[in-house]
């Protein structure tokens, strides 16, 4: 149990246009999702929270109008970045919890690359 | 602000042999939760472990097990019979408990774990 997925794995894009990332729980409602961004080597960093039905909560220095997240049911969240740029090429990461398990399951993340 | 701390970026242990990763943390609060995740090559984000604070009991999973010290503030994760699939990056976290509402993960830097053959 507790399965999350992401989609795509990995995305190649041209600077100037938008992608979405889906994440989804595969087993059970989510009522809460996480969005991570990861560098190589380093710890994860916190995005942004997203609970269903509610606009999400971003962490400071995240540009809400950059990365756009939809939390429409209870097993899907989306990011959209948003006219990427290079610097967006990144490893981004959901996670997502239930208020009874009080536990973060990951997806297996999605690799960004930005031309 | 809660702060989690690694303070070993790297280890090796041979295979079949006994590893500690060490952890400390600093919290005002009384009730969390302490995690161990494994991040593998394939950079998925596997949970290891899990410890309630109000329990003193440590908790185990098969070959891992934890050193839980609430007084020091200190969470070590033992792996026993190490394997060569052990070999991860190894994120400790801190959660507060707060029935009703989720809540951030605080993260560790890191340990990068290698089982040698």
């Known amino acids: 149990g507790a399965v999350v997925s992401q989609h795509p794995s990995r995305v190649i894009c041209k600077s100037g246009t938008s992608v979405k990332i889906e994440c989804r729980s595969l087993?059970?409602?989510?009522?809460?999702m996480f969005w991570y961004r990861q560098f190589p080597k380093q710890s994860l960093m916190l995005m942004a929270t997203?609970?269903?039905?509610?606009?999400?909560?971003?962490e400071q220095g995240v540009e809400k109008d950059k990365f756009l997240i939809n939390h429409a049911s209870l097993t899907l969240s989306t990011l959209t970045v948003t006219s990427a740029h290079p610097e967006d090429s990144s490893f981004y990461i959901c996670?997502?919890?239930?208020?009874?398990?009080?536990?973060?399951?990951f997806g297996p993340g999605t690799r960004l690359l930005v031309l | 602000a809660q702060t989690v701390t690694q303070s070993q970026p790297e280890m090796s242990v041979q295979e079949a042999e006994t590893v500690t990763l060490s952890c400390t943390y600093d919290?005002?609060?009384?009730?969390?939760?302490l995690f161990w995740y494994k991040q593998p090559p394939s950079r998925q984000m596997i949970l290891v472990i899990r410890?309630?604070?109000?329990?003193?009991q440590n908790a185990t999973e098969n070959r891992f097990s934890v050193n839980f010290q609430k007084a020091a503030k200190s969470f070590s994760l033992k792996i026993s019979d190490s394997q060569l699939g052990d070999t991860a990056m190894y994120f400790c976290?801190?959660?507060?408990?707060?029935?009703?509402?989720?809540?951030?993960?605080?993260f560790g830097s890191g340990t990068q774990l290698t089982v040698l053959p």
């Open positions: 996670s997502a919890e239930t208020l009874e398990q009080e536990t973060q399951y």
């Open positions: 997203s609970n269903e039905g509610s606009k999400a909560t971003y």
């Open positions: 976290a801190w959660r507060i408990q707060h029935a009703g509402s989720a809540r951030q993960l605080t």
């Open positions: 087993d059970f409602q989510a009522t809460t």
């Open positions: 919290t005002s609060e009384n009730n969390y939760y």
């Open positions: 410890q309630e604070a109000y329990k003193q």
